[in-house]
């Protein structure tokens, strides 16, 4: 694979595979940093981490990158994996027949590496039920060590109305149950997704709920408002709303952007600044025209990790309009800088907004609501700040991921210590 091939466990500590397909490895990397900002920490707390993800576009790779081990691999014809995959359709019907079969290669691609790296380490911790969570299986089958899921979001929860989930499909919510209830250990970041895994998962004991986290020290309300404005460009003198999402109908930025004609007819020197990239932001910008508001809002594109922080300190309040969300780390880090967020009543978000006290909850897809609740903080500076800095206890209180850490390994500790793998 292009990588050490031989590695071991330090002293004291104990090894463990995280199966996340597209991680990045840097810092910088917008793609599930919420993984990589996890397993940075892990590793710091002297845990030996491996993570073994996919790169389409390269060929197989290995690299250290903040104590970390990534594995990389480019999936490929591979004759032992083809007899696996027909070994598989002959034992189990339901598994293979009714799938599709370029996913169950890869799928059984990723599990057959990964399970090479699992034989040097203790346990593999897999992010997403599905796909990462059955690679996480197959490799925790073959190898016999224990198996954790964190499940974040899409794995588990559905939107209907907008084909929203994985297991809007009968043959994946087979999977998704059949790997959860095969897990040692299930992580739930919400209390919305661990009431959902509750209902899937005949072990209740296995269930967890585990708050994520942000670092504090990196999102806090110290940095000066007037010199991030300065260093973004965005003018000085006018109140500010940002969001920051993917651009996708799970989202909802559709719904803040027609909540602007109301704000700026009422209000204004109001400027709405809409960061993240996505399918969807062509027909954004489109519909911010039609309005005839294309001159109040400004689409950034993707924001690099580096300034985000510096978004949160210029805005005045932050905006989280999804129509389903099972956690919404854009709140939290909005919460950790000190700013009051306006978030749809779903999902995680009710974990981290308390009505009144460090914002708003509107009901989702409720443009006016949105607006109405924008022109209360207009109105009320005060108020602002107030929720502002309750925000920021309530996130040191329950949203410090150094915290969300000390759980995991302790979770590990008792998982590896119920199997007698210690």
């Not at 034989?119 to 969570?133: M, N, Q, S």
């Not at 109301?262 to 109001?270: C, E």
């Not at 309040?317 to 009051?340: D, H, I, M, N, Y």
Request: overall charge positive.
């Amino acid at each position: 694979m292009g990588r050490s091939e031989v590695f071991h466990v330090g002293l004291g500590g104990f090894g463990v595979l995280i199966v996340s397909a597209r991680v990045g490895t840097s810092p910088e990397a917008i793609p599930y940093s919420f993984v990589f900002d996890e397993v940075v920490r892990l590793a710091k707390r002297g845990v030996e981490v491996h993570v073994v993800r996919l790169d389409p576009e390269k060929s197989e790779w290995y690299c250290l990158s903040h104590d970390v081990h990534f594995h990389s691999i480019k999936p490929r014809v591979n004759l032992r994996v083809m007899d696996a995959l027909i070994c598989s359709l002959m034992r189990s019907l339901p598994l293979g027949v009714f799938r599709n079969l370029s996913n169950m290669y890869l799928e059984s691609y990723y599990a057959m590496h990964a399970a090479e790296l699992l034989r040097a380490l203790d346990l593999v911790h897999a992010h997403f039920a599905y796909p990462e969570g059955l690679v996480g299986y197959l490799a925790s089958v073959k190898v016999g060590k224990p198996l954790i899921i964190t499940v974040h979001g899409y794995d588990i929860l559905t939107e209907p109305s907008i084909g929203d989930g994985v297991r809007l499909s009968k043959r994946y919510d087979f999977l998704v149950r059949k790997v959860l209830n095969a897990a040692d250990a299930v992580i739930c970041n919400s209390r919305a997704l661990y009431r959902e895994v509750r209902k899937v998962v005949k072990s209740k004991d296995k269930v967890h709920l585990i708050f994520n986290g942000v670092d504090l020290e990196r999102f806090n309300p110290n940095v000066d408002p007037l010199e991030a404005r300065r260093r973004l460009g965005l003018p000085l003198d006018r109140f500010l709303v940002f969001t920051v999402r993917h651009h996708a109908p799970i989202y909802g930025i559709e719904y803040m952007i027609r909540a602007v004609p109301y704000v700026v007819s009422r209000k204004g020197d109001v400027l709405f600044v809409v960061g993240g990239e996505g399918s969807q932001r062509r027909y954004h910008e489109e519909l911010a025209k039609g309005l005839g508001v294309s001159d109040r809002i400004i689409f950034t594109g993707a924001i690099p990790r580096a300034l985000l922080h510096l978004y949160y300190a210029a805005c005045d309040v932050v905006v989280v309009p999804s129509l389903q969300e099972a956690w919404g780390l854009v709140v939290t880090e909005a919460l950790a800088s000190g700013r009051p967020v306006i978030g749809s009543n779903v999902g995680g978000i009710r974990d981290q907004i308390i009505d009144g006290f460090n914002g708003f909850l509107v009901p989702p897809r409720d443009s006016q609501a949105i607006a109405e609740r924008i022109l209360y903080f207009i109105d009320s500076p005060s108020e602002a700040r107030r929720m502002g800095m309750n925000g920021r206890r309530l996130a040191e209180e329950r949203f410090d991921i150094d915290k969300r850490i000390s759980r995991v390994i302790r979770l590990y500790e008792r998982v590896l210590s119920e199997r007698g793998d210690r």
